[in-house]
């Protein structure tokens, strides 16, 4: 997976009003619909600060549905109305981290949400946001520390529940993770479909990463049926069909996710899929156009970073500009994937002592990811460990998940070179 930041919008939309008369869900999407109710309810009452958050609150969730960050700009416009009718609503406070996060100012977030919770220490959903922001940050024991608050001040609730999944997934419980995720899937409203599908598009994603790749594609073709072209639910099961080896589908499922949310790190993993169905020249022509959009939004705090660092250190074969790229994101982030690009840009420009300290501190966490530990691997042989390295490439190859493969070549190439030494 990419950011994990999606994590917060479920959470949220859980919390928004009840529609009194909602449209028919075949006509407009959960969030469409709580956008019609929230202008309806400015219509009705435009003195009051009630609707204005509202649609806040929905066009954040469109933005989760279509991956349309205007709508997060807009729902900044409905925020500010808010305040204007009433400075310092609660409400607006939330709605405002919320937003931040949305937007990957991850250190802005934390602030904002530490002081929230200062004036509101019961909020559970504060605390979700100061989980979000210390996951996506690396302080992975504050943010299991906000989540067990969450599920303390209410047992069993769906924000706390999603979160604690996450991080169990981080922390190498990934079974324990999809459980967690099925309570929260089974008691999500039958209504809220893309929420559902969000839920089955995360189960699905855990059990590709366990190797049980017949079930995840079993999961993740429910999760687009519940939310027909649903990008998340795309690029997960494009994921599977590459590690089915059948590349021409993963290619098809990402140009419809790409087609439908046209992001960098969308753009990257279609070219990724070109290359491995043989389709050179697109393939080239794809990472061409990833580059410079995703160039474009480095300086951004939401950008495609990560994905960068892969293309210059695995792709374009410039060492120097993968490590410039991943010492910018490391410098404000210690997450597992941003220790993951900079060890590995490390280790393509031969500072390799650095790079095996980088992907251990990340697998430490407990993290079971077969792309890191093949990279562990790979350090740990260049610096002549062979028994390290050959440990993380039977852990990797071991999962059948994207990296799996890298690491089983690996592992052959090593075999018949002992083979011809004996």
């Known amino acids: 997976m990419k950011a994990k930041v999606a994590l917060l919008t479920f959470s949220f939309a859980l919390y928004a009003p009840a529609q009194n008369s909602p449209m028919p869900a075949l006509q407009l999407s959960p969030a469409e619909q709580s956008m019609a109710a929230a202008r309806k309810e400015i219509e009705n009452k435009p003195g009051q600060f009630a609707g204005y958050n509202q649609l ?49 100012e991850f250190p802005s977030a934390l602030e904002a949400a530490k002081a929230l919770n200062k004036k509101n ?13 210390n996951a996506e940050l690396g302080k992975y024991e504050e943010a299991e520390n906000a989540v067990q608050w969450m599920l303390n001040l209410r047992p069993g609730n769906l924000p706390g529940l999603t979160r604690a999944a996450y991080l169990r997934e981080l922390f190498g419980d990934v079974d324990g993770a999809y459980e967690l ?3 929260a899937y089974k008691a999500t409203p039958p209504t809220e479909t893309e929420d559902r599908a969000w839920i089955l598009s995360q189960m699905g994603h ?17 999760a687009l049926i519940i939310f027909p072209g649903y990008y998340y639910a795309q ?34 993993d279609l ?11 697109e393939a080239k022509k794809t990472f061409a156009e990833f580059e410079a959009q995703s160039l474009a939004e480095s300086i951004r705090k939401d950008n495609s970073n990560h994905d960068l660092v892969f293309y210059y250190a695995d792709h374009a074969q410039q060492p120097a500009q993968a490590l410039k790229v991943a010492q910018q994101e490391y410098a404000w982030r210690h997450d597992v994937y941003t220790l993951d690009a900079y060890a590995w840009a490390l280790h393509v420009n031969g500072q390799d002592t650095e790079a095996r300290k980088q992907i251990e501190t990340a697998l430490a ?16 042989l260049k610096l002549g460990d062979q028994t390290a390295a050959e440990r993380y490439l039977k852990d990797s190859a071991a999962l059948h998940a994207n990296g799996s493969e890298q690491a089983r070549l690996r592992l052959a190439s090593l075999g018949q070179a002992a083979a011809v030494n004996r």
């Open 56 to 104: 806040a609150i929905a066009l954040s969730r469109r933005a989760r549905e279509t991956s349309d960050s205007s709508c997060y700009s807009q729902a900044e416009d409905a925020l500010k109305k808010s305040l204007e009718l009433a400075p310092g609503n609660l409400e607006s406070g939330k709605i405002h981290v919320w937003l931040l996060l949305g937007r990957h």
């Open 121 to 133: 220490p019961d909020d559970v959903l504060v605390y979700g946001f100061m989980s979000d922001a």
């Open 181 to 183: 995720l099925d309570i």
């Open 206 to 222: 855990l059990r590709f990463v366990a190797g049980k790749t017949d079930e995840a594609d079993n999961i993740l073709k429910q």
């Open 235 to 268: 690029g997960n099961l494009a994921k599977v069909r590459i590690a089915q080896k059948r590349y021409e589908d993963a290619v098809v499922l990402m140009q419809q996710r790409y087609q439908a949310t046209p992001h960098a790190e969308n753009l990257y």
């Open 271 to 281: 070219a990724e899929a070109l290359k491995l169905a043989g389709r050179e020249d």
């Open 365 to 380: 966490i407990g993290i079971r990811d077969a792309s890191l530990l093949d990279h562990a691997g790979e350090i740990a």
